[in-house]
């Protein structure tokens, strides 16, 4: 258990290259200086915490009045630690209005009563949808990057997320099954983001293939009749939580005794931002690892 | 004239006939007792003539108008129905009780009037119970609370009381009490029924008797020929002891013919 | 003729003394809710917020965040007061409450299920119509139910089908939910919450708030009378099936609205009718102009609190209500199985 969390810290060193090579990509974009005409936001609020690390990653800080606390929980939020300095809010109203925010950008699930109590108000409001598949990511770092006034820092993130995706192989070599299992017994299947990152990183997907939409229960019985490759599972989180037992069942044990179990953090893909790329780099790895050794994968254990 | 007539009323309660053409008249100024063994349908009686049931055939006519013609506020104010061990669902105190038999003669949104106070108060006099006014319902002792909801039905000042067994659970002086607070009603004017099972008492405070029996009414009249040895036998199944005491009659049953009664159970 | 002539006035002094004070209590618990929130606004400043005319945050906070809030409040804590009052009333039976005609029910399935088309997402108003929709649905199904007489019993045995049914529908919605973050957001509105809630709410709700108070209040007399039972309220001139009806209707449209747009609240329509009882000499009538303002006052208050312990994340209002709402209800369990024993 140990070195699954030892998986997710060794995340953290990729993302700041990430992150790296986008204000690199950021830098030689304000370099060209063809900034246009209209007037850029200055005091953006963002109540939710995917738009926090999108808007985290494409505007200069000065420029953010206040994300939400969420974007400072280091298990959601993969810029849990550039988040000090920072005001933090909790999607209330009284919070944001004497902030004078003149952007505020929200979930289009999260905090309903306040998107809608701040529009009637005359705030400009710019709600992202829930990231469904790696597009998605794509047309939300374009959505906020245009409404923060930044095009060219979106195009540049886009540009670096793509760069850190593996090849598109269609063909190259077999697609070893995978099988998504969060707390509770939950799995994803079309329409999730962890399933197009699963499958993006060159896997099958039993909820795909069990024609699952969605994120639903998967009963342990059809999971272990299914027999799949790899079995990969949310981050466990500290504390006792029924949630986990589901993990912790003797048939699951025994029947990854051999089989990879990859544990893939939370942070790095709750949200369509750009680090969903480190979570497919990170599964790539373990389907070519399992190719080298003739095996579908190694234990990551 | 009659107050309040049935002219072959018939009701039926689910699938089952309680009562069939039954026939009974009751004029102003009188008192008439309603007997007869339990289950004959005496509170059906009772209820079909308060307009509470549905009639399967015949007619109930109030001052010469169908029952179901008339007004519900109109009925309300004319007719009292007193119920079988009826009580009060809330806390409240008796004066407020006896009040709500005030409200069909209160206009919208009014509080009760001067002569609304009058007609409690001598209500609450009546039934002698002026002295609980103030005590919540629920700390009268049985017999009071009886009182208290009589005086309820009195205080609306009705042209007909129908009253079920207002008599039962009380002592025998608060028993001679309600009955002589009923003939007071009927010697103002109205026209009093009520159900009751001391055949004595019966006796002596009613104008006419009718001995309901299987669904129909088997007797009708004067106490004293209601309640012939013969009646007793037939509907009741016991065999009583009939005298006189002060000019009274006195019936008391003394013991089972074993005939009518099981019959009329069945 | 014995009778005190007094006691009818001393009766009749008991609720314009306990009116008053609710209203000032509304009054003073009002106030309270314009004065607290996570944004640090003094007294002065609110005031001047609520009568200046120029656009300031200040102004604005106070004046579009807090007044639609205490007003929605106000109005949401009065129709549960007023409707667990009625129906109290009605049932005879001091553990009724407004949800158990299954509008609660119904309009928050109403509601959830435009959370789960996205329909909720889209504008607004989305949310509170269809909880409307929802307790429109639910009444008819309860009357249709119901039957034609006006037996409580018969009432209650709809009520509850309804209810169940209507909970596990949006049990249903919320295994369905398109994502998980739209499963958390259902649970949340479930919850029962009035932050961030602004005027169009106020505006939607309140014309049918009044409209089922108005109704529910001509229940004062008839509510009275079955103090007696069916039967002798039934000859005292009271058609027991209108009166039901009213009931039904009376509550939908003002429980309905609420649910709309504040989710479910519970025990708030238990615990006030219960409370304030005594204080009116248990007269029916009396109860109901008590209870509603009993109720906004302890709606008004429980916002407040909300605000106050936990300022930031918000804990909701229907679980602080619940949570203090259950151990009452405990208590009245107790003390009804000792006043039986």
Redesign the interface.
């Known amino acids: 258990m140990r070195s699954r969390v030892d998986v997710g810290r060794r995340g953290r060193p990729r993302s700041n290259r990430l992150r790296g090579a986008v204000i690199a990509a950021v830098m030689i974009a304000m370099t060209i200086r063809t900034m246009p005409a209209w007037a850029k936001p200055e005091r953006i609020v963002s109540m939710n915490l995917c738009t926090d690390q999108l808007v985290m990653l494409l505007a200069d800080r000065e420029r953010i009045a206040s994300v939400s606390?969420l974007a400072a929980d280091p298990h959601a939020s993969a810029l849990a630690g550039d988040v000090a300095g920072v005001r933090i809010n909790?999607g209330?109203?009284?919070?944001i209005?004497?902030m004078?925010p003149d952007l505020v950008l929200a979930?289009?699930?999260?905090?309903?009563?306040?998107v809608?109590?701040l529009?009637?108000?005359g705030y400009l409001v710019v709600?992202l949808p829930?990231a469904?598949n790696l597009d998605d990511i794509r047309s939300n770092i374009r959505a906020v990057a245009r409404a923060i006034g930044e095009p060219r820092r979106g195009e540049a993130l886009i540009a670096a997320f793509d760069g850190k995706l593996p090849p598109q192989h269609p063909n190259s070599g077999p697609r070893p099954r995978a099988v998504l299992y969060w707390a509770n017994g939950y799995t994803s299947g079309k329409d999730?983001l962890a399933n197009a990152a699963v499958e993006a990183a060159g896997f099958r997907t039993l909820g795909s293939e069990l024609g699952i939409t969605?994120?639903?229960q998967l009963p342990l019985e059809t999971l272990l009749a299914a027999d799949p490759d790899v079995l990969i599972v949310g981050r466990e989180r500290d504390g006792p939580a029924l949630a986990n037992e589901t993990f912790r069942h003797p048939a699951l044990r025994r029947a990854f005794a051999t089989r990879p179990k990859v544990s893939v953090p939370d942070y790095l893909w709750v949200c369509g931002t750009p680090f969903v790329a480190d979570a497919i780099a990170r599964l790539s790895a373990v389907r070519e690892a399992g190719r080298h050794e003739g095996r579908v994968g190694v234990a990551d254990k | 004239m009659n107050l309040l007539s049935t002219n072959s009323v018939s009701v039926s309660l689910g699938h089952a006939q309680v009562l069939a053409g039954v026939d009974l008249e009751i004029a102003s100024g009188e008192v008439v007792g309603l007997i007869g063994p339990n289950g004959a349908g005496k509170t059906t009686l009772l209820r079909a003539m308060a307009g509470l049931l549905p009639l399967d055939g015949g007619v109930i006519q109030l001052n010469c108008e169908p029952l179901h013609k008339i007004a519900r506020k109109v009925l309300a104010r004319t007719l009292a129905y007193l119920p079988q061990g009826g009580g009060s669902h809330w806390a409240v105190t008796v004066e407020t009780l006896v009040t709500l038999g005030r409200l069909p003669h209160r206009s919208p949104w009014a509080a009760p009037s001067d002569a609304d106070r009058a007609a409690v108060a001598r209500a609450l006099d009546a039934c002698d119970v002026a002295q609980f006014g103030d005590r919540p319902i629920t700390h009268l002792s049985g017999g009071e609370r009886t009182r208290v909801l009589l005086a309820r039905a009195l205080a609306g000042e009705p042209k007909v009381l129908l009253a079920d067994e207002p008599v039962a659970g009380l002592d025998p002086g608060h028993q001679l009490d309600v009955m002589a607070t009923l003939r007071e009603l009927a010697a103002s004017g109205a026209g009093v029924v009520v159900v009751m099972h001391d055949l004595t008492l019966a006796a002596r405070f009613c104008d006419r008797l009718a001995l309901l029996f299987e669904k129909r009414i088997a007797a009708e009249g004067r106490p004293t020929t209601v309640l012939s040895a013969d009646m007793l036998a037939r509907c009741y199944g016991v065999r009583a002891y009939h005298g006189t005491a002060n000019g009274n009659d006195i019936v008391v049953p003394l013991e089972r013919t074993g005939a009518g009664g099981d019959h009329a159970r069945t | 003729m014995t009778a005190d002539p007094t006691i009818a006035e001393r009766r009749r002094e008991g609720t314009p003394v306990l009116l008053p004070l609710l209203a000032v209590a509304v009054l003073a618990a009002f106030t309270a809710s314009l004065l607290v929130g996570p944004a640090a606004i003094g007294v002065r400043e609110t005031i001047d917020a609520l009568l200046a005319g120029e656009v300031e945050t200040t102004a604005l906070i106070v004046r579009e965040v807090r007044l639609p809030r205490a007003l929605l409040g106000l109005l949401i804590g009065a129709t549960l007061g007023l409707s667990g009052a009625a129906l109290q009333g009605f049932l005879r039976n001091p553990l009724a409450e407004p949800g158990l005609v299954g509008v609660s029910a119904s309009a928050s399935f109403g509601a959830v299920l435009t959370f789960h088309t996205g329909l909720a997402g889209l504008f607004a108003l989305a949310l509170p119509l269809g909880g409307m929709a929802g307790a429109c649905i639910g009444v008819v199904v309860v009357q249709a139910l119901a039957g034609r007489d006006g037996s409580p019993l018969t009432l209650i045995l709809a009520g509850i089908a309804v209810t169940s049914f209507a909970a596990a529908l949006t049990s249903l919605a919320l295994n369905l939910a398109p994502n998980p973050f739209a499963a958390l957001e259902i649970m949340f509105w479930l919850m029962g919450s009035l932050a961030d809630r602004s005027f169009e709410h106020v505006w939607l709700s309140a014309p049918f708030m009044v409209a089922g108070w108005l109704l529910l209040a001509t229940l004062g007399r008839p509510l009275d009378a079955l103090t007696l039972g069916e039967d002798a309220a039934q000859t005292l001139g009271f058609d027991l099936r209108a009166v039901r009806h009213r009931l039904v209707f009376g509550t939908a449209l003002c429980v309905g609205a609420a649910t709309s747009v504040a989710g479910a609240i519970g025990f708030v329509g238990l615990v006030v009718p219960h409370l304030l009882r005594p204080l009116v000499g248990h007269r029916p009538s009396a109860l109901l102009p008590a209870s509603a303002l009993g109720g906004a006052v302890l709606i008004l208050v429980a916002d407040v609190a909300v605000r106050l312990l936990s300022p930031s994340r918000e804990l909701k209002l229907g679980v602080l209500t619940a949570l203090v709402g259950a151990p009452f209800f405990l208590f009245l369990v107790l003390r009804l199985r000792k006043e039986l024993l």
């Open positions: 606390y909790h209330l109203a009284e919070e209005l004497p004078k979930g289009a699930f999260t905090t309903r009563p306040t809608f109590l529009r009637r108000l709600e829930v469904a999730t969605g994120t639903s």
